[in-house]
């Protein structure tokens, strides 16, 4: 028995109906797919302008061009003494909108700043979270870069600087991940 809408102002729902056929809806903000790259190893850079962070990279591809990417990134970074930088989120290869405006010769990030005077026994953790449109149904790869500051200083995922082989110290574990969200 399909319903039938009498009254063209009111849908009363305390009456009783009964439904045949299928109900159609919205998926709008409906989980599509999840992509997750982990990285449990190390690696470093030295680098004073963008580089990527080897094995940092995500890819997906999106169902329709109305739908959305949630991207969450979780980093964990030491560093050589006085260390300073930044984690940048880039997307097909083009950093990202999800980034400080310029202000001077300020370094400029997805995420806080990598910042430990004197300590190479640190190990910060860093994340980030950004809804991104990408309007398109091709593959698209999302990345984490990273530069360190005007210290000549060599940063290092899932480390400390100083990374000794006691208790006292911890390695540590980095992700991004990815959701399709239905638009």
């Known amino acids: 028995m399909s319903v039938t809408k009498v ?3 009111v849908f009363d729902l305390t009456d009783a109906y009964a439904f045949s056929g299928t109900v159609t809806g919205t998926n709008s903000g409906k989980v599509l797919q999840v992509i997750q790259t982990v990285k449990k190893d190390t690696t470093s850079t030295t680098s004073a302008t963008a580089a990527a962070i ?10 329709s061009t109305s739908n959305k990417v949630l991207i969450n990134f979780n980093t964990n970074i030491g560093g050589t003494a006085n ?5 940048q989120l880039f997307i097909g290869g083009s950093v990202s909108s999800f980034i400080a405006d310029a202000a001077s010769s300020r370094m400029l990030g997805s995420s806080g700043n990598l910042t430990v005077s004197n300590n190479t026994v640190d190990l910060n953790n860093f994340t980030g979270s950004f809804l991104h449109s990408p309007s398109s149904t091709s593959e698209i790869a999302y990345a984490l870069y990273w530069r360190r500051g005007a210290e000549s200083t060599t940063l ?3 480390r400390s600087g100083n ?7 911890s390695r540590s574990v980095s992700s991004i991940t990815l ?3 239905a638009g």
């Open 7 to 9: 009254n063209a102002d």
């Open 54 to 63: 080897s094995g940092m990279t995500a890819s997906l591809t999106c169902s």
């Open 83 to 87: 260390h300073y930088g930044v984690i």
């Open 156 to 158: 290092y995922l899932n």
């Open 163 to 169: 990374d000794g082989d006691n208790a006292n110290h």
């Open 179 to 181: 959701m399709e969200i």
